[in-house]
Nanobody, 123 residues
Framework: QVQLVESGGGLVQAGGSLRLSCAASGLTFSRYAMGWFRQAPGKEREFVAGISWSGGRTFYVDFVKGRFTISRDNARNTVYLQMNSLKPEDTAVYYC????????????????WGQGTQVTVSS
């Protein structure tokens, strides 16, 4: 049974930082591209960042470039999202997802999802 478990969310003031983690089990983690998505209340889920199976390639949506960093540790079956210079508009539930292929910004192409972790940024 595949499980993706996010952690690290919380309440932070604008300008602060958080590091999200997503621990995977039940799959050969190193074969999967990973993505981080987020969903704010009343909005659709949106892509934030993606990383290739090896970690050698990363991709970010424009509004997080220079602030967020995605990384992975295949020995620990974990993907991370370091979030700096947080803004109130970053408030959302953050999800990690796994895809047995190259990473994509299309949420429909991912095979497995975590349950999400809440990030709240106060102004």
């Amino acid at each position: 049974q595949v499980q993706l478990v996010e952690s690290g969310g919380g309440l932070v003031q604008a300008g602060g930082s958080l590091r999200l983690s997503c621990a995977a089990s039940g799959l050969t983690f190193s074969r999967y591209a990973m993505g981080w998505f987020r969903q704010a209340p009343g909005k659709e889920r949106e892509f934030v960042a993606g990383i290739s199976w090896s970690g050698g390639r990363t991709f970010y949506v424009d509004f997080v470039k220079g602030r967020f960093t995605i990384s992975r540790d295949n020995a620990r079956n974990t993907v991370y999202l370091q979030m700096n210079s947080l803004k109130p508009e970053d408030t959302a539930v953050y999800y990690c997802a796994a895809r047995l292929s190259v990473y994509s910004s299309d949420s429909r192409l991912y095979d497995y999802w975590g349950q999400g972790t809440q990030v709240t940024v106060s102004s």
